[in-house]
Every structure is written in structure tokens, then in C-alpha cells.
């Protein structure tokens, strides 16, 4: 039991978005049930100071100390408190006190996320306890309840102008500016209703597309039937509102939820709270239920024409509005409970799908759902059981699916006892109980008071029900056999039963034998439908006898009159359900009787009736058919066997959609001409239910063919043409044409919702239709093409990109297995095209995007599995895999194309198995991380079972000899570790930074959950981890830490030696596996991580375009990999120890997550960040250990060296200081941005060069030198130059000039020659003699770490004081953008820039124009033309070799101006005016009055320039005089059309924030010259005096003093 209760707590939080940091205080009012309460035990991550009554008090923390505790602590299992108050002697005067904690969150984990954009917060809850705690001190329990007071503050706009809005559980109190910053909102959320602390969330951001959602219309939805009542519970409500970023209408997509929420109001019970608010956050990946609040992901708002969008978001809003209800207001007792919950949730929205959706989509969902769990409940745990905790997402996606459908069948047991006494009188009898406080102060409901509740409620027994489908697992199986007996007038029935758990493996799966009441429905010969129930009990076979109503006699089926009869009376029973649905088709009222009257009808669409081929089976029926649990009332596997003609006339004549689903399951088994008669004929019925529709046409592919002549085909083929294409030319109805003719689509006309859903489904069917040889055919595949390449939405109100999606899925799967793809199917095929189809929708997509771009996932989608089946042709093209795995891309679009370079790459190589790791440990996408981590796995899998070979060890030999039984398995296992340790050995055993990279984001409580988990799995898998406590302590040195990791070879060798057999620990019955000692290493995070070849994509030559795809004849699995390249390493000799590696890991101090910083490529995302606990001590009393001293660099990976130096130079011929200059070399020269190309060796298929190694003989690159250099194969440094120098001029041979990979191998080689030339000066230096120090002194190093200095807070004293945390962010200061030699294309195209904005360069900017200009002479004189305009041109052409040929070119734009201008006209006198200001420019620029002055440095814009830089940005926007330069001019709303005409080369502040994010800037002064552009166009346009100009000059003074401190202003003109 407690021993206090929160009554009522305040939070108060201040959000600061640019460094992601969060200061709170929170004030609970703790209510003691003890005499004398001593600890008050909280859960919390970073607490600061802590007041107990005003009065300062000390308190403890504990932290998890194994893998399995972070784990139980994500989940919510762990009850542990974290923080220990201590408020001995508070508690003897008064049994209340209150109780205050200052806290902070630096770059949240799991419990709040900060969004991609900057600007976005929001609460990760879940709907038990587990992340509250992340983000706020509380009573995080699952009975813990109390009334909030929440205070949030935030800026008041984002740096685009956008204001900031919060939206939070509870009511809207007020809303006032921040009394200690007036630039700040404070928004105030009061939630009056007892609720628990997990149930509480909010989200922050730039919502600007808010809209109000009345309940309008709701009179004509509900046609009349309540709709006042409705209005009024809307009304009572208090409000409905909606919430969404700009460019998001969401009205469409929320505008039924006043309904939702009238419905369960008027159904079940008052709506708990007082409003309800619905926040769309991009990003998210799914639902997020809070008290009155759901976040839910912006990709599910949807336009008014998506048509499948529309029902998935009814179906997810629909679900997340009843958990208001039952989720957070009335929640789960015990862990045990919590399926009930769920359950009830999901009740409530499957009867709010019948209500607006109609009873049939509610009962062909349940169907559905029935067989999805009776085929996925094997090996399953039972909904409750003793012990149990909270649920994985494997278990709460199946807890999702059983336990709506298990309340539903106890709803239908219950109403055997009474129509009106099911769960509709049950579930308002939880509420008002919840209302009335009887479930108690936790408002929580429990499975046994639920069950008692039911059973007085109905009188219905149901301990049977609760122990086989709530305690229980598994469901039935049921063999249903009849016979009729003419003696008796009986029909016996034969059941056998099994269970799924039959043969199950699990010790909690146990089978089980299930009873209760079931239906069969038997219609008798006078069309009488009789139902009689069953009585099945737990038993493995029953035998009923069911009465026969009904006087004996055969039906005569075989004659026309009884066949005409028969049809005539399906007519009449979809007549009767047209008119129940409001339907008036003419032409469908005599689709039943389709071709039975017409002869020439019947032959071209091949009709044939029951009958015609077997009489006599037709005429010895005595009922027309049999349904087994016609009520639907179990959840089972029916195998229950009748003549096919009896399944048509149920699918004809049953009005129930369950019964026609179950006709067409069974039809589609039973192939036949009729039956593919009778499902033509369902599908050309508009009046049948249109998911029937479709499931019969997609049935019909089944009966396509050899033994029944491709009737299948021939009717599918015939619907195709006659419902959606144009009649034929000719004339006529088009009946009797061939298959193969050609017929364009009809325009798309998506208003008749089931014609639209029975076209997709005709066009899935015939794309599965496959002929001897395995391809579509020829007929089939011509109508997609078709249907593709003409398609018209030109007159659609309706969107079609879902239509076009499903097309180009089916066109793949039309040519997925053929055989000849390469001859008949290639890109250079006149007629079958199917690629060039593909390329051409997927680039009209990227013109004209779809929605969610669904029209290029399916494109990749097609794709990639076309690559995976064939070998010849060549699909993927890796680099524009790489642009669309970009984090700017949309998530579905991303995973799509991870998916395809995951199939190319493979796991072998290092550098691709880093990057996949690194997507799947991104905390700013978790639905990325998620899908990539799952890929991960999967292809670890693949790959174990593909190259897998067969164990070795003894064990395995025993098990394989005591039996042949246990062989097949053994083998398996056998092979599935032999593939793993190759894989592991072969390719990540000796990657000292993959390891870190996967215990990272083991211990990183920011990723996604699943993510988390199948990555620390595949840690623990790969390197088989012992047990270790998190976070490791701080090393109480001053030197570099120094983690030797042996190679893997060397830990099995020991371990044999040892005679312990290590296993996979996916195979271990440990559940507390830790991590490496490594993995809490925080690394800086404005640093770089050396990691040689390492961590970058595969490198992408670039040299040539790369063809449309790039793949290898081999790839025969989904876990394709491309071949190793050689690595020339020497053997190792027998006997010789494995060196082990060093990994050099630097700390930093005052960063709680420090991510990895890794080099991107050109064509690759941004690796996400990783972070890793800071190490602390898990006790706040104890003293804390000394602060690690920050490194400058974090050193590279390098292999054991000698002992000495001087073995080393005489091993090598280059001195020790010489190597480690030629390390850091090389460290630099990686690097370095334009070092994408050279840093391995080019591999022809991947890299799409395939004519490589035909030029170039000898390659080289810095993998190989740096490899050669480890292994001490250069005699001198001449040799390593020379290798450097081969390098380029391979480049420059193989590359043309001016081509990117050109370009970025002179960038290099300019760098390379800065670096050398700092060698050389260091040999010419004179070294000092060590004889001659004074031996009293130690060395420089060790003389300035002996000065006394200011020192900086302490890691220790960072992670416990939450002053000393946020004066570490604001004190520390930011590394150094590095200096790099001068870059003279940057440099010119910077002043040609400041050059077109002077006013009197007007004349100059475009070629002269002797006809337009009045001067015909000026050819004549002026022999080489130059203006400002053309040399912009040559600019972006690299056509300047140097900075000299563009000096030259401006000086003779002014020597011809001089030639031929008089002096005293104004083109003379501007020329000279803009010759004197190019002057100055170029001083100021160049640093120096003529070309040849040296060129000076510039400032790369590395991560902590970059930050730099939004502050300045973010900076000068809170200025009043910033309003004319926040967004691009627009000439028509400002009325000044000529803006373009003057200003060529615009800018604006949004326009450099953009670039900012995408990283665009490559140095500092590219980034200033923006902001002088701004500023020369300013005044360039506007006069002066005018109120534009006055700020531009105000804009230029404010830029001017922000610059000046980090010397930036030398590339900004003074004011």
C-alpha cells in the first residue's frame, strides 16, 4: 500500500528550443496515510534542489544498473522509485505538506521529443506508467491520480515570424507574456478531473492551422434519428478543435469526430473531460492518447478526394476518441487488466464503424479480424495471468486484435440471455461507476469485477468463457462433416475439434478444448432459412442431429425452369438490399439472370450454368445449403466441406456479407466453370456489397486456368472492358472482340465509391494471373500497360494517386516472375515498356507530388523487387536511392529507398553496415529507425541462412547423433550460427566503432522502443556481452581513454582453450545481457569522429552518370551483398598472436547526449545522432569522481604499434613524429568535404563506372595509403607522396574537367598541398636537444597542466545540479570553425555577387545588344565582349581555372567600357565608379590590390559555425526593422513589377535559414555574403529616406556588431 497520495501537483515548464533545454519546477501537495512518514519516493531522471515545506532537504537517486533495468524502466514494469526525499520531522505537526522540485532535461529522451524542425515538442506518452517520469518528477504509477496545474512557456513566434502555440490536456486558463522575458508566452492548463500522470501530454509548436469543429451537419449524417440529442452532447462537450502545422487542412480529415464523440456519448456514457483536441505533429509515426489530447502523425491528413485515406482516418481517430473513455479516464488494476481496457476501447469504435460506416464494413471487418487471430494465436500468452507485465509491442499489437473480439463474443453469449442485456448495458454501468468513485481513487476497473458485473447484468454463466478466452491461449479448430438421413428426416453433423496450440512450444500455450453455443443455419428446400444451436462442449468430437422441417423431396436442379426460378429469386433478394441501401441501377437488375437468356451473350462471355456438366449431383440435394455459426459468434478455423453449387446459391441468396465472404472463400477452392460464372456475375452486381465485390475478383483469378481454358481470365478480361473501358470503335458493345484486342480506359470517375474499390481489385486480379511459364498474360498485361500510360483524372474530382500506385504495383507484378524479363520486358522493348512506364509516373510524381507521395513508393517499390527476382537487367540506381533516403524526404519515401540500398549494399562491407545502424538509431525519425532496425535484422537473418555452414562443435555432433528426429532441427540451428559467426568474423568483428555505434543506441532511452530493442538484441547477438552495470564511471585520469577490444578470433580461441562452447545469445536464457563498457563514452558533439573508411556511405564514383540502375547478376537474396573487395594483408603465421585495437574515445564535458558526428556524402543523409548517457555515480552522497579533461580531437582507429619509435624508423625509413604528421594527414584529408570520392576504392557495379580499370591501371586511393602506411610499406616520404599524387592524376584521367569528382580532386589536392608544405616548415625547424632541459622541470605538457587555472564544472557536478548544467551550455564555448586555405571559386563568385548589386552596375549585367542599344558599331570596335551576366555563367561552369582568369575578365569589362564610351558619358563615369568599388571589394576580400596576392583562409561552417550562425539569424529577426527582409519579395503583392528587372540575385532571411538547415553553406563567408546581398539589394531598390532604406542601414549596423565578435565581419562591408 501507499504511504502518501499527490492530491493536486503544479508544473512549470520553460522550453528553450535552440538548445533543447528544458528548466522546470513542480509543486505537489502529498497527503501522508502513515502516522510517521520518512521518504517520499518519486519518480524523476534529473532532479536539481529539492524543498520540503520551504525548507531545503537532501534526497538520493538511484539509476538502473544492468540492460534489463533500462529496459523494465522504458516499459513501465519497473515500480522502483528513482528519487528518495527525506521529510523526517515535516510530517509530525500536519498530515499534508507540499513538496518542491526544481529539475531539467537536456535533449529529452523517450518521455518528450523535440521535432526535425527546431520548433516542435511533444510528449511520447503511452498509456501506462512509464514516460511521464522522462519529463516531469511524479507519482508515475498506474494508481496514482491527482488534478493538474500546468505552466508552459515558449517563445512567442519561431525565427520564420510563425507564432508558437501549446496545446496540453486539461482547459486553456490563460494565456499572458512572460513577466522575466516579454518575447515569451506562458500558456496555463488546468485539468480539474483526477488523472494520472502518464495520462498527461502536450504539444508545442508553430500550429497554425487550427479550426474549431462545431458538429455542424450532423442532422444530415444521422438522417434525423437523434440529432438534436447529438448536438447537444456535442455542445456539452465544450469543444471539439483541431491543430496542424501550416499547409495542413485538417478540417476534412477531423470533420466527423463531433459525431464520434455524440455517438459514444449517447451510447455509453458522458464525455470524461471538458474539451477535446486533436494535434497532427509531423514526425511522429503514430497515436498518441492523453487526457482530452491526441497526437496523432501528420501524415494522416488527407484531402477531400483520398478515398482509402479517408476510411484509415476514420478508423484510427475513431479508435483514439474512445480512448477518452477507457484508456486514460477509466483504466487498467493490474498489469492482468490491462486487455480489458484495450478491449473496451475497441468495442466502442467497431460499433461507432457500424454506425457510420454501416453494418456491413462492421461485420466484414470482424470477420476479417476473426481469421487473422485465429491464425496468429499460436505460441501466444493469454490476454491475463498471474504475473503478468506490460506488454511488448509484439504482445500489444496481438492484445489489439484479441481483445475486442473476445468482449465481442462474450456481448453475443450475453444476448442469449436477453436482447437488451449484452455490453450496451453493461459498459455505461463501468462509466457511472468510474463517475460515482466505486472503482476506487485510481478510477481503475479490474477483470474479475468486470465478469461479476456481466454475469448480474445478463444471468448468462460465462466462468466457462472467461477461462478459455480470457485465462486461456489458443483458438479452436473445428472439422465439420454432415449427412442427411432420409429415415430419421435429420441432418447429423460430425465436429471434431483441435485447438491452434495444438502443436505449440510455448509453456504457456497449453491447448485446450472450448465450449459453448454455436448456429448452423440450414436452408431447406421451400427457401426457409432454420436455425438450431449446439451445444459444443470440451470435447474432441460431437455428433448432433438436427430436425428436418421441411418435407422430404429432392430439389430438381437440373432443369431450365428451376435454374430460371432460382436466378429469378437471387434477383429478387438483391433487389430487396438495393432498395435497404437506396440504390436504383437499371442496368444491374438483371445482372443475376446475366447470360442465361441471351445465346449470344452466354458465348462470348463463356456462361455456364450449375449443372450442365454433372446432373445427378445437383438433383440428389435436399437443402440448397448448410452455415456453420451463422451468428458469428466464435473465432475459429471452420473446415467445413459442401457442393459447390450449394456455396453459389448461399453467395447468391444470403443476404448476409459474412455468408457471401464465406461462398466466395470456398468457391475460389472449388474451381469450375460455373463457379466462375456465378463470381462474374457477383462482380458486374453493383447491388452486392463492394468488398465482396472484390474479394470475388480476386477469387476469379484463382479459376485462370489451363484445366478450365483460362475462363478466369476470359471473364475477368470481359469485366475489365465492359465497366471501365471506352466502347471499341467500331461500334457495338465490344463483347465479341478477342482478348488481345486493345480498348483505352474510360476518364476516371471515382464518385461510385464500390465501382472505384471493384476496379482496383479487377486490376489485382489480373496481374496475379500466371501462366505455365510464370509471367502474366500477354492479354492481362497489355490492359495495365494500357491503363497506365493513358490514364485521364483530368474530369476526377476525386485523386487518383492511389489508383495510379495500385497500377504500377500491378504492372510489377505482371512481369515479377518471368523468366525472359531481360529479352522482353528491357528498356530499349518497343512495345512492353513496363520500366519506362515506371521511370516516367515516378518522375511526374516528383513534379506534381501525391499524396504521402504514394506514387513513388510504389515506384521503388516495383523496383526493388524486380531487382531481388532478376539478374540481367540492372534497376537500382544507387544514387538516387541515397537522394531519397534523405532526412528531407518523406518517411514513406525514405523507407522505401533504405529498403533498396539495404538489398544493393548488403551488411559485409563496414561502412554500409555503419550507416544502416546509424538510420536505425535516429532519434528525430523513429519511424525510420524502426523500419530500418527491422530491415537490419531481417537481412541478418537472411544472410545467417543463406551462407550459414554447418556447426562444428561437438555439441551439436552429440545432439545430431541420438536420433534422426531432432537432425532436420539441429541442422538448422547449426547453420543459423555457423552464418552468423562467418558474417560476424567476415565483416564486423574487428569494427571497434560498430560496436560503439550499436551499445550507444543500446543504452539510448531516446529511440524509438522496437528500434531499442532489435538493436540491443543485435548487439547482444553479435558480441555475445556479459553482464555489466550502466553508466560506467568517468576515468579518473587525465590521459585519452584507451579501450582495448580484442578481435574476435582471439575471444573463441580463448574460449575453446578453455573448453566453453560460446553460443549465440539470441539462443540464451539470459534476459539480463548489459552492454559494452564503451557504449556510455560521451563523444562531443561539434566534433568529428576519425573513423578512416568508416561510417560513410560505399563511396559513389560520380565520374561518369551513373545508368538507371546499378546491380550484380548474383543477386539471388533479399540480403544480397556485393562482393568484398581483396584487402592486401599479409597472413598471419601460425602461432601469432591477434594484435588487439585501440579505440581512442575523447569526453567532453557539459553534454548529457552527445551524438556521433559522421561525414555525409553528396548523395547520402545526415547520419542521425546518437546519444549515450553521461556517466555518473548512481548515489548523489557519494563523492564524485575527478572530471575527465576534454581532448582536442578524438583520435582515429589504428592498429598495435611497436614500443618504440625508433623500431619504427628503422622499420619503415620514416621517422615516429614523420608517421604521426602522415596520420593526421590523412585524418585530415578524410575529412575533408570533397574527400567523398577518394576515400576507397572504386567498385565498378556499385559505383556505375564500369570502364574504370580499363583507364585506369593503377588506382589508388586513401584507404590503400592509409593501409600501406599502418603496415610500414613506404621506405620514405617520397613514396607516400607519390601515392597521393597518383591518386589525383588518376582522377584527373578518368574525370573530364569541370565534372564534380574534377572539381573535388583539385579541392583536395589544394588542401593536401597546404598540409605538406606545414611539414616541411616543421623539418626545417631545429630540434632541441633533450639533454639540455633542466632536470627539475617536466615538459611543457606537463608545466601548463601544473598552472593553476580557472576551472570548469565538474561531469559529476553537471549531472546532479541543474544551475550548474545550464551555466556549463551558456559558459562552454563553441569549438572553432577550422581554417582552411582560401577557396578562390567561393571568393569570386562572392564578389561578382556584390559586384551586380551596385546600382551602377546596371549597364554591365547582360551582353551589350547593338540593335536594342542603339550601337551598331560596337562589334566593330569592341573585339571581346565581356559582361557580368556571362561571367556568372562561366562561374557555374567552372570554366575559371584560377582566380587570375576572372581578375582579368572584370578588368576588361571596364577596358571595353572605356573603349567605347566617351569620358564624360554616364556609362563611362559608372564604369569608373564600379571599377573603384570592385577595387576596394577585392582588398577586402583577397587581401591584397592585385590578383596575386595570396588568397585568405576561410572559415568552414562546421556544426559549431552553423549554430552560430541561426543565433545570428534568429537574433537579428527579434529586431522591428527586420519586416521587408523575412521572406522573399513578392512583386504582385507589393505592387512593384519591375523588382526582378533591378534586383537579380534576390535574398531573404528565410531563404538563408533554409539553406542553413540544408547545409548548403560550405564556408562562413558564403553565409555573410548572403546577408550583404540582402543588404545590397535594399539599397540597391529602395531610395534613400525611405523607410526600406532606413532599415536596410539599421539591418547593416545590427549584422555588422553580431559579426564582429567572432571576426566575421571581415567579409561584411563596414556600415
Known amino acids: 500500500m501507499a504511504e502518501f497520495v499527490v492530491s493536486h501537483q503544479l508544473v512549470s515548464l520553460d522550453i528553450d528550443f535552440e538548445r533543447q533545454v528544458i528548466r522546470g519546477v513542480t509543486e505537489l501537495s502529498i497527503e501522508s496515510k502513515v502516522d510517521e512518514l520518512g521518504k517520499v519516493r518519486l519518480h524523476c531522471e534529473r532532479p536539481g534542489k529539492v524543498w520540503v515545506e520551504g525548507v531545503e532537504t537532501t534526497f538520493k ?104 502555440t501549446v496545446v496540453a490536456s486539461g482547459e486553456l486558463s490563460s494565456l499572458v507574456a512572460d513577466p522575466r522575458d516579454p518575447r515569451r508566452r506562458v500558456y496555463r492548463y488546468v485539468v480539474s478531473t483526477q488523472t494520472a500522470a502518464w495520462a498527461l501530454g502536450f504539444a508545442a509548436g508553430p500550429f497554425v492551422s487550427a479550426c474549431a469543429l462545431d458538429g455542424r451537419g450532423l442532422e444530415a449524417s444521422g438522417g434525423g434519428h437523434n440529432a438534436r440529442l447529438r448536438q447537444a452532447t456535442v455542445e456539452a462537450v465544450g469543444g471539439v478543435f483541431a491543430f ?20 459514444y456519448s449517447q451510447e455509453f456514457g458522458a464525455y470524461p473531460y471538458a474539451s477535446y483536441k486533436v494535434v497532427f505533429v509531423e514526425g511522429l509515426g503514430g497515436v498518441v492518447t492523453c487526457a482530452s489530447l491526441t497526437l496523432v502523425d501528420a501524415g494522416l491528413v488527407h484531402a477531400a478526394g483520398e478515398i482509402e485515406a479517408a476510411y484509415e482516418a476514420r478508423r484510427v481517430l475513431g479508435h483514439a476518441a474512445a480512448q477518452q473513455w477507457f484508456g486514460t479516464h477509466v483504466t487498467a488494476e493490474t498489469w492482468a487488466d490491462q486487455w480489458l481496457v484495450v478491449g473496451l476501447a475497441g468495442h466502442m469504435a467497431g460499433q461507432f464503424v457500424r454506425h457510420n460506416l454501416g453494418t456491413n464494413e462492421q461485420r466484414y471487418r470482424l470477420r476479417r479480424d476473426m481469421v487473422r487471430l485465429s491464425h496468429a494465436d499460436v505460441n501466444q500468452k493469454p490476454l491475463s495471468y498471474p504475473g503478468q507485465g506490460p506488454w511488448t509491442a509484439a504482445e500489444a499489437e496481438f492484445g489489439q486484435l484479441k481483445a475486442p473480439i473476445v468482449l465481442y463474443m462474450l456481448d453475443r453469449r450475453m444476448l442469449r440471455g436477453g436482447v437488451a442485456l449484452g455490453l450496451a448495458r453493461v459498459v455505461p454501468k463501468v462509466l457511472v461507476a468510474a463517475m460515482g468513485g466505486d472503482l476506487g481513487p485510481a478510477n481503475a476497473v479490474g477483470t474479475a469485477w468486470f465478469l461479476r458485473t456481466c454475469r448480474r447484468v445478463s444471468g448468462v454463466d460465462i466462468a466457462d468463457f472467461a477461462t478459455q478466452w480470457v485465462y486461456g491461449a489458443g483458438c479452436p479448430v473445428f472439422h465439420v462433416g454432415y449427412a442427411f438421413n432420409r429415415k430419421k428426416l435429420a441432418v447429423e453433423i460430425t465436429l471434431h475439434q483441435e485447438c491452434t496450440n495444438t502443436h505449440a512450444t510455448a509453456p504457456w500455450a497449453r491447448p485446450q478444448l472450448f465450449a459453448g453455443p454455436m448456429t448452423a443455419r440450414i436452408r431447406e428446400a421451400d427457401g426457409t432459412p432454420y436455425e438450431h444451436v449446439l451445444d459444443i462442449r470440451r470435447e474432441p468430437t460431437a455428433r448432433f442431429e438436427v430436425q428436418f422441417n421441411t418435407k422430404y423431396k429432392r430439389i430438381r436442379r437440373s432443369t431450365r425452369r428451376f435454374h430460371m426460378r432460382q436466378m429469378a429469386a437471387a434477383a429478387e433478394e438483391l433487389n430487396i438490399n438495393a432498395e435497404v441501401l437506396g440504390l436504383d441501377d437499371a442496368d444491374d437488375s438483371n445482372i443475376a439472370l446475366f447470360g442465361a437468356e441471351n445465346a449470344r451473350e452466354k458465348h462470348d462471355w463463356r456462361v455456364v450454368e450449375w449443372g450442365e456438366a454433372d446432373e445427378h449431383s445437383l438433383a440428389s440435394a435436399t437443402f440448397e445449403w448448410i452455415r456453420m455459426d451463422s451468428d458469428l459468434d466464435w473465432a475459429c478455423v471452420m473446415h467445413f466441406e459442401q457442393p459447390d453449387f450449394m456455396w453459389a446459391a448461399q453467395l ?95 476518364p476516371n470517375n471515382f464518385a461510385n465509391i464500390s465501382e472505384y474499390f471493384t476496379q482496383l481489385a479487377v486490376i489485382a486480379a489480373l496481374s496475379n494471373i500466371r501462366d505455365r511459364y510464370g509471367e502474366a498474360p500477354p492479354p492481362a498485361r497489355r490492359l495495365l500497360l494500357q491503363a497506365l500510360r493513358f490514364n485521364d483524372n483530368s474530369e476526377n474530382v476525386f485523386s487518383d494517386c492511389r489508383y495510379t500506385a495500385a497500377l504500377v504495383r500491378a504492372l510489377a507484378n505482371c512481369v515479377i516472375s518471368s523468366c525472359r524479363f531481360a529479352q522482353r520486358f528491357s528498356l530499349g522493348a518497343p ?110 537473418m537472411l544472410r545467417a541462412m543463406s551462407f550459414g555452414q554447418q556447426h562444428s562443435s561437438l555439441l551439436f555432433q552429440e545432439q545430431q547423433q541420438q536420433g534422426s528426429d531432432l537432425r532436420e532441427h539441429i541442422d538448422t540451428d547449426a547453420r543459423l550460427v555457423g552464418g552468423l559467426e562467418a558474417l560476424i568474423d567476415d565483416a564486423w568483428g574487428d569494427s571497434p566503432q560498430l560496436r560503439l555505434l550499436l551499445a550507444s543506441a543500446a543504452y539510448d532511452a531516446a529511440l524509438d522502443p522496437d528500434a531499442h530493442r532489435l538493436l540491443a538484441l543485435l548487439h547482444a547477438l553479435v558480441y555475445q556481452v556479459k553482464d555489466s552495470t550502466i553508466p560506467p564511471q568517468p576515468v579518473a585520469s587525465r590521459k585519452k581513454l584507451k579501450i582495448k577490444v580484442g578481435s574476435r578470433k582471439a575471444r573463441r580461441a580463448s574460449g575453446s582453450r578453455k573448453g566453453s562452447r560460446v553460443r549465440s545469445s539470441m539462443s540464451s536464457d539470459s534476459e539480463d545481457t548489459p552492454l559494452a563498457a564503451a557504449a556510455s563514452a560521451a563523444l562531443n558533439e561539434d566534433e568529428f569522429v576519425d573513423i578512416g573508411d568508416s561510417y560513410g556511405l560505399p563511396p559513389i564514383a560520380g565520374t561518369r552518370p551513373p545508368p538507371i540502375a546499378t546491380s550484380d547478376r548474383h543477386m539471388d537474396s533479399p540480403a544480397y551483398e556485393p562482393p568484398a573487395r581483396p584487402e592486401p594483408l599479409e597472413p598471419q603465421r601460425d602461432g601469432q598472436q591477434t594484435p588487439s585495437v585501440k579505440v581512442k574515445l575523447k569526453l567532453k564535458l557539459g553534454k548529457t547526449a552527445s551524438p556521433i558526428r559522421v561525414a555525409s556524402p553528396p548523395y547520402s543523409s545526415t547520419l542521425p545522432k546518437i546519444s549515450s548517457p553521461l556517466a555518473a555515480s548512481p548515489d548523489r552522497n557519494r563523492s564524485p569522481s575527478p572530471a575527465v579533461k576534454p581532448e582536442p580531437a578524438l583520435a582515429p582507429v589504428a592498429s598495435s604499434r611497436a614500443p618504440t619509435e625508433a623500431s619504427e624508423a628503422t622499420a619503415s625509413g620514416i621517422s615516429g613524429d614523420e608517421r604521426k604528421f602522415l596520420f593526421r594527414l ?112 617536466a615538459n611543457d605538457a606537463s608545466a601548463k597542466r601544473s598552472k593553476p587555472s580557472k576551472k570548469k564544472p565538474r561531469v559529476q557536478d553537471t549531472l546532479d545540479d541543474p544551475e550548474a548544467i545550464i551555466a556549463l551550455l551558456d559558459q562552454t564555448q563553441p569549438q572553432k570553425p577550422q581554417e582552411v586555405p582560401g577557396d578562390w571559386h567561393s571568393m569570386c563568385r562572392r564578389i561578382l555577387l556584390r559586384l551586380q548589386a551596385q546600382p551602377t552596375a546596371m549597364e554591365f549585367l547582360m551582353p551589350v545588344d547593338p540593335i536594342k542599344q542603339g550601337v551598331p558599331t560596337y562589334p566593330d570596335i569592341v573585339k571581346h565582349p565581356m559582361d557580368l551576366g556571362t561571367m556568372r555563367k562561366k562561374l557555374d561552369r567552372h570554366q575559371y581555372h584560377n582566380e587570375q582568369e576572372f581578375y582579368d575578365d572584370v578588368k576588361l569589362v571596364f577596358s571595353n567600357c572605356f573603349l567605347f564610351n566617351p569620358p564624360d558619358s554616364m556609362v563611362y563615369k559608372h564604369a569608373c565608379a564600379l571599377q573603384d568599388f570592385f577595387h576596394v571589394v577585392w582588398k577586402q576580400l583577397a587581401r591584397g590590390g592585385d590578383a596575386d596576392s595570396s588568397l585568405p583562409p576561410d572559415l568552414l561552417m562546421n556544426e559549431a559555425a552553423l549554430n552560430r550562425a541561426k543565433s545570428i539569424i534568429n537574433k537579428l529577426k527579434l529586431d522591428e526593422f527586420l519586416w521587408p527582409f523575412i521572406h522573399p519579395v513578392d512583386p504582385v503583392a507589393l505592387d512593384i513589377p519591375v523588382y526582378f528587372d533591378i534586383v537579380k540575385n534576390p535574398m531573404d532571411f528565410s531563404t538563408i535559414l533554409k539553406k542553413l538547415g540544408k547545409k548548403t553553406y560550405k564556408y562562413v563567408a558564403e553565409f555573410v555574403a548572403d546577408i550583404q546581398l540582402i543588404i545590397d539589394d535594399c539599397f540597391l531598390f529602395n531610395l534613400p529616406d525611405t523607410p526600406v532604406h532606413e532599415c536596410g542601414k539599421k539591418l547593416h549596423q545590427a549584422a555588422f556588431n553580431l559579426l564582429q565578435p567572432d571576426h566575421w565581419d571581415r567579409w561584411l562591408a563596414h556600415p
Open 831 to 940: 512495345e512492353d515498356s513496363v520500366l519506362l512506364e515506371i521511370e516516367r509516373v515516378r518522375k511526374l510524381d516528383l513534379l506534381v507530388p501525391s499524396f504521402q507521395n504514394v506514387v513513388t513508393c510504389a515506384c521503388l517499390d516495383a523496383l526493388v523487387r524486380l531487382a531481388v527476382v532478376q539478374h540481367t537487367q540492372p534497376l537500382l540506381n544507387t544514387a538516387m536511392l541515397c537522394a531519397m533516403a534523405d532526412a528531407s524526404a518523406c518517411v514513406p519515401v525514405r523507407e522505401r529507398a533504405i529498403c533498396g540500398l539495404l538489398l544493393h549494399w548488403g551488411l559485409r562491407d563496414k561502412r554500409a553496415a555503419h550507416f544502416f545502424v546509424a538510420l536505425a538509431s535516429d532519434t528525430e525519425s523513429p519511424v525510420v529507425a524502426r523500419t530500418t532496425a527491422r530491415f537490419v535484422m531481417l537481412a541478418v
Open 61 to 164: 537517486q538511484r539509476r538502473p544498473e544492468t540492460r534489463q533495468h533500462v529496459v523494465n524502466k522504458l516499459l513501465g514494469s519497473s515500480e522502483e522509485s528513482d528519487l528518495e526525499i527525506n521529510v523526517y520531522g515535516h510530517m509530525r505537526v500536519q498530515k499534508a505538506l507540499k513538496v518542491r522540485v526544481e529539475f531539467y532535461i537536456v535533449r529529452p529522451s523517450a518521455g518528450l521529443v523535440f521535432g526535425r524542425d527546431g520548433w516542435t515538442v511533444y510528449t511520447a506518452a503511452r498509456q501506462h506508467p512509464s514516460s511521464a517520469r522522462q519529463w516531469m518528477p511524479c507519482a508515475d504509477t498506474m494508481e496514482g491520480r491527482s488534478t493538474w496545474d500546468m505552466f508552459i512557456s515558449v517563445p512567442a513566434c519561431t525565427g520564420a515570424m510563425e507564432p508558437m
Open 652 to 746: 447468391q441468396k444470403d443476404r448476409d456479407v459474412v455468408a457471401q465472404l464465406d461462398a466466395v472463400d470456398a468457391l475460389q477452392h472449388l474451381p469450375s466453370a460455373a463457379a466462375s460464372t456465378t463470381l462474374m456475375r457477383t462482380v458486374m452486381d453493383a447491388r452486392v456489397f463492394y468488398r465482396v465485390r472484390a474479394d470475388a475478383a480476386l477469387a476469379l483469378a484463382r479459376l485462370a486456368t489451363p484445366q478450365l481454358s483460362w475462363v478466369g481470365l476470359h471473364h475477368l478480361v470481359k469485366i475489365y472492358k465492359r465497366r471501365f473501358c471506352l466502347p471499341p470503335a467500331s461500334g457495338g458493345s465490344g463483347d465479341d472482340e478477342a482478348l488481345n484486342a486493345p480498348r483505352l480506359p474510360r
Open 1226 to 1337: 590523412l585524418r585530415k584529408l578524410g575529412r575533408h568535404p570533397s574527400a567523398f570520392p577518394f576515400l576507397g576504392p572504386v567498385d565498378v557495379i556499385r559505383d556505375g563506372c564500369p570502364t574504370y580499370y580499363e583507364v585506369i591501371k593503377h588506382p589508388m586511393d586513401l584507404a590503400t595509403i592509409k593501409m600501406k602506411l599502418e603496415q610500414k610499406k613506404y621506405p620514405a616520404l617520397s613514396d607516400f607522396v607519390s601515392d597521393i599524387r597518383l591518386m589525383f592524376s588518376n582522377c584527373y584521367l578518368f574525370n573530364p574537367p569541370s565534372t564534380p569528382v574534377y572539381n573535388m580532386g583539385k579541392e583536395v589536392e589544394a588542401a593536401f598541398d597546404a598540409e605538406w608544405e606545414k611539414l616541411k616548415h616543421y623539418q626545417e625547424k631545429p630540434k632541441a636537444d633533450p639533454a639540455k632541459k633542466r632536470p627539475g622541470k
Open 244 to 263: 496542424a502545422a501550416r499547409g495542413y487542412d485538417v478540417r476534412e480529415t477531423c470533420g466527423f469526430l463531433p459525431e464520434a464523440l455524440a455517438f
